[in-house]
T-cell receptor, first 116, second 116 residues
């Protein structure tokens, strides 16, 4: 299995809703990432998990809350979002830190989020 | 701080023409990795190539070729005999491996439109 899966594909939510995005990989990778991509812009890193521990938070607002319950799963919990948070949310994974292939990130298809 | 510049925002060609995408990067690291990703309309980022800073050999993979020139900090990508399926946004990216984790810095992307 050489892919990263993300659910749901599309999500529409109101500003008072609580929802979660899910990412899964079965490649034995030990680093996982969340990126946010606005229309016609490049992806921007949000969070990095290494060995299930949060290692990088790129000053993301607290209404985004990541969680890595095990080495295969990565969640992004959403609460009280704003319309400007509407974007494509991409998950990625890579080999364990310290390996040559650590730099190579494999991306999922993304969740297209619309906040009303 | 790292920076990746893709000066061409959009390129339009007719099928079977060659197209070259430019990428210029800035980094203070002596060891770094460069990448090209393809993003079709479906949204998924597809990995195309990884090159480390010590390997300046050019690479060819089918209709794709890459020219890495460390002296000019450039990592250009050529599609030979373009096809309609090549229509996508292409991102050049630079990897910075920090103690805290692996961060990818993307260029702004070049949209390639191949017309039949």
């Amino acid at each position: 299995d050489t892919e990263v899966t993300q659910t749901p594909k599309h999500l529409v939510m109101g500003m008072t809703n609580k929802k979660s995005l899910k990412c899964e990989q079965h490649m034995g990778h030990r680093a996982m990432y969340w990126y946010k991509q606005k229309a016609k812009k490049p992806p921007e890193l949000m969070f990095v998990y290494s060995y299930e521990k949060l290692s990088i938070n790129e000053s993301v607002p607290s209404r985004f809350s990541p969680e890595c319950p095990n080495s295969s799963l990565l969640n992004l919990h959403l609460h009280a979002l704003q319309p400007e948070d509407s974007a494509l949310y991409l998950c990625a994974s890579s080999q364990a830190p310290g390996t040559e292939a650590y730099n190579e990130q494999f991306f999922g298809p993304g969740t297209r989020l619309t906040v009303l | 701080a790292q920076k990746v510049t893709q000066a061409q925002t959009e390129i339009s060609v007719v099928e079977k023409e060659d197209v070259t995408l430019d990428c210029v990067y800035e980094t203070r690291d002596t060891t770094y990795y460069l990448f090209w990703y393809k993003q079709p309309p479906s949204g998924e980022l597809v990995f195309l190539i990884r090159r480390n800073s010590f390997d300046e050999q050019n690479e060819i993979s089918g209709r794709y070729s890459w020219n890495f020139q460390k002296s000019t900090s450039s990592f250009n990508f050529t599609i030979t005999a373009s096809q309609v399926v090549d229509s996508a946004v292409y991102f050049c990216a630079l990897s910075e491996v920090e103690a805290a984790g692996n961060k990818l810095t993307f260029g702004g992307g070049t949209r390639v439109l191949v017309k039949p």
